[in-house]
């Protein structure tokens, strides 16, 4: 075994060991912020409907009768064992919420970060290639512009010329009525469920719903990778190894992409999957603004319903969906640039 697989080896296996106090951390983190809110989460959500002794009864099962460290240690062991409770105002598994909803998030992140990707790196590219022309201002007006809009904003704005103008998609839901009635649901991801069924007739339906709130999400993360891609492709550019590519007779597109593209990988990889991350925030309002069925449209209801169960264990996964990104960036930079090791 060579020296340079021994190290990413190790790297690996520290990095592995290291997300438990990650974990550990946020979890703490979670449980604190919703002990902290003011108030008995049990009278906040149900106070006026129950009486007294129906209340202290929900408070027992709920186990908010215990002192404050048994409750830690108790939702680290509903957490390390797969259950994240009931909640409170209409009795359903959290873990139930976040296999249905949350699929719904997943596809319209997974899709909204393709389009992010799809947009900002061929235009960051192009902007560090031309550097200084009508080209580059350009790419770099309509990053910091659409970066900074509300994408709530884009959403009605979206839906107002693409949906209610024009016509051309629709502006609510995963899938029309009638779709949304013959599928079954095998994954919760409609495009997928279609597919496993062969209801390829379906498939038109389901990405035209998804086009929209797709797009909006995107596009506002796409400001971000754009101005990043852009100044790493400068950077890169003004190497060594750059002058002797074009020395060599390179064609700029092959210098462009398979040089200065390929060294400014690591920080673009770590930056656009933190990014990643921040879209479950943005999910949350294009969710909301398209009634896309996600797991942020159910974290607004229990917010309203003041839920505390449904929120903790809604928010938790979103704690662990994170270490879980930063753990895929930190593999995939280390397997990428061989300098990136402990």
């Not at 593209?261 to 920080?267: D, I, K, Q, S």
Request: with cysteine.
């Amino acid at each position: 075994m060579s020296s340079s697989t021994g190290s990413l080896r190790r790297y690996i296996l520290t990095r592995l060991v290291l997300v438990l106090p990650m974990v550990l951390i946020l979890l703490t983190l979670v449980f604190m912020l919703m002990r902290v809110a003011p108030g008995n989460p049990i009278l906040a959500a149900l106070g006026g409907h129950l009486s007294p002794a129906q209340l202290a009864a929900r408070e027992r099962a709920a186990g908010y009768d215990k002192p404050l460290i048994v409750q830690y240690f108790e939702y680290l062991r509903q957490v390390f064992t797969g259950n994240l409770g009931t909640t409170i105002t209409d009795h359903r598994a959290v873990t139930q919420i976040i296999a249905q909803n949350g699929a719904a998030t997943l596809e319209l992140t997974s899709a909204a970060m393709v389009v992010a990707i799809v947009v900002g790196i061929p235009l960051g590219m192009l902007a560090g290639r031309m550097r200084d022309t009508w080209v580059d201002a350009s790419a770099r007006i309509f990053g910091i512009v659409i970066y900074a809009a509300p994408v709530f904003f884009l959403g009605l704005l979206a839906q107002l010329l693409f949906g209610h103008i024009l016509n051309w998609l629709p502006t609510s839901s995963e899938a029309s009525v009638i779709v949304q009635a013959t599928l079954t649901p095998h994954t919760n991801i409609p495009i997928i469920d279609a597919m496993i069924d062969g209801q390829w007739g379906d498939l038109p339906d389901l990405f035209a719903h998804l086009i929209l709130p797709a797009c909006t999400l995107g596009l506002v993360i796409s400001g971000v990778v754009l101005r990043l891609v852009r100044v790493n492709v400068i950077q890169t550019m003004k190497g060594d190894y750059i002058e002797a590519a074009r020395a060599r007779g390179l064609k700029e597109r092959s210098v462009v992409v398979r040089h200065a593209f390929r060294n400014a990988l690591v920080p673009i990889i770590t930056v656009t999957g933190l990014q990643a991350a921040l879209l479950l925030s943005g999910a949350v309002l294009t969710e909301e603004t398209f009634n896309w069925p996600g797991i942020g449209s159910e974290l607004i209801y229990y917010l309203d319903a003041r839920d505390y169960i449904a929120v903790q264990g809604i928010i938790t996964v979103f704690a662990l969906a994170v270490v879980a990104i930063s753990l895929i960036i930190d593999l995939l930079n280390a397997w990428i640039d061989p300098r990136v090791r402990y």
